[in-house]
């Protein structure tokens, strides 16, 4: 894999030969998705008399999603490089953990500006610390994490990691 970081988009691509490519797809979409070599791109093609199967709007898309599904993260292209390999393109997405002590929530967000600004959404929302008093000074809200000390009766927690695959 590589790593084609931009500022807080973090790009990579997958490489796979055409026919390690075209098995993986049969495996996630089924033998009646057929692609084609377009020598820089690739067809997709929904075959449903086939399997009995619903015709599928976008079959581009749906393979995306499913390679997606597969990957972990989020498929934005595939190209043909050479005639022999296939370039996948992904974004990796970001996800906020929160805690409230009793339980623990995850939220997958497409970017890491997103992510972190629903952490710091929420502990807007929830503080109502008095400026400059005890609580308010052991919280904090950083552009990663956020601990929340919410007049002593409750600790909220927050943390923005990138989702690995």
């Not at 089924?30 to 449903?48: A, L, P, Q, T, V």
């Not at 974004?91 to 929530?105: C, F, M, N, Q, R």
């Not at 929302?125 to 008093?133: F, Q, V």
């Amino acid at each position: 894999m590589k790593n084609l970081s931009k500022g807080d988009k973090l790009y990579g691509c997958i490489v796979r030969d055409w026919y390690q490519f075209e098995k993986l797809i049969h495996k996630l979409c089924g033998k009646s998705m057929h692609i084609d070599n377009g020598f820089d791109w690739i067809e997709y093609n929904w075959c449903s008399s086939m399997d009995g199967e619903d015709e599928i709007d976008n079959p581009r898309e749906f393979v995306y999603d499913k390679l997606s599904e597969h990957f972990g993260v989020e498929v934005i292209d595939a190209r043909v490089i050479d005639n022999a390999d296939v370039w996948i393109a992904y974004k990796v997405p970001y996800e906020l953990v929160s805690s409230d002590g009793t339980s623990i929530e995850r939220t997958v967000y497409p970017t890491k500006i997103t992510a972190t600004e629903m952490m710091s959404k929420a502990y807007k929302e929830l503080d109502h610390n008095i400026p400059g008093d005890e609580w308010d000074q052991i919280s904090y809200l950083t552009e990663n994490s956020a601990v929340l000390y919410a007049a002593g009766d409750d600790v909220y927690v927050w943390e923005v990691f990138r989702c690995m695959g």
